[in-house]
């Protein structure tokens, strides 16, 4: 069955970088790309971008460009987000989501990422 | 940017109703819609894309309409599982360029 396992919580600084990963099974990981969603808590999902597995194409949220990459690992089927410059508003849970760009039909746990001081 | 909005933010609804969600995206964005119900501490469900269509393992009671901008989620006979928050989301653009709404919060009246 599919599965996408994530890294555990993190508890940063502000200014620091996060990098959170998201391992999938049960299916071709070439053959899809991941997305990375975020949720803040009591608010809803912000779509962070997206990479392909396939080649590596990637495209991210405006808001985010130049403080986020996202790269994958075909070897262990692994996909990461890394957030740099971090502030206490990026205070959120962290989701991996299989998709080809457009919707997500399988999920991650969720990763909970803390900025405070 | 597309900005989705959908209304109510809350909604009460007794078990075996049927429940009506709307979604209104602020251009067109075709049929590219999909809906999510998220319980808490979960991750977000996907339930329906393409506007209409059911995810694999989505019940019957769960249907979707609409297109352009006008979108509907309906949940016929409400069951006790049901009561979530769902969220519309649109991905008309490519290279994607994916917003979701606000979402709306069903809860048993």
């Known amino acids: 069955q599919v599965q996408l396992v994530q890294s555990g919580a993190e508890v940063k600084k502000p200014g620091a970088s996060v990098k959170v990963s998201c391992k999938a099974s049960g299916y071709t990981f070439t053959s899809y790309g991941i997305s990375w969603v975020r949720q803040a808590p009591g608010q809803g999902l912000e779509w962070m971008g997206w990479?392909?597995?396939?080649?590596?194409?990637?495209n991210y949220a405006q808001k985010l460009q130049g403080r986020v990459t996202m790269t994958t690992d075909t070897s262990t089927s692994t996909a990461y987000m890394e957030l740099r410059s971090l502030r206490s508003d990026d205070t959120a849970v962290y989701y991996c989501?299989?998709?080809?760009?457009?919707?997500?039909?399988?999920w991650g746990q969720g990763t909970l990422v803390t900025v405070s001081s | 940017e597309i900005v989705m909005t959908q209304s109510p933010a809350t909604l009460s609804v007794s078990p075996g109703e049927r429940a009506t969600l709307s979604c209104r995206a602020s251009?067109?964005?075709?049929?590219?819609l999909a809906w999510y119900q998220q319980k808490p501490g979960q991750a977000p469900r996907l339930l329906i894309y393409g506007a209409s269509t059911r995810a694999t393992g989505i019940p019957a009671r769960f249907s979707g309409s609409g297109s352009g901008t006008e979108f509907t989620l309906t949940i016929s006979s409400l069951q006790s599982e049901d009561f979530a928050v769902y969220y519309c989301q649109q991905y008309n653009n490519w290279p994607p360029s994916i917003t979701f709404g606000q979402g709306t919060r069903l809860e048993i009246k």
């Open positions: 251009q067109s964005v075709s049929s590219n």
């Open positions: 989501a299989r998709g080809t760009g457009t919707t997500f039909d399988y």
């Open positions: 990479i392909s597995a396939y080649n590596g194409n990637t």
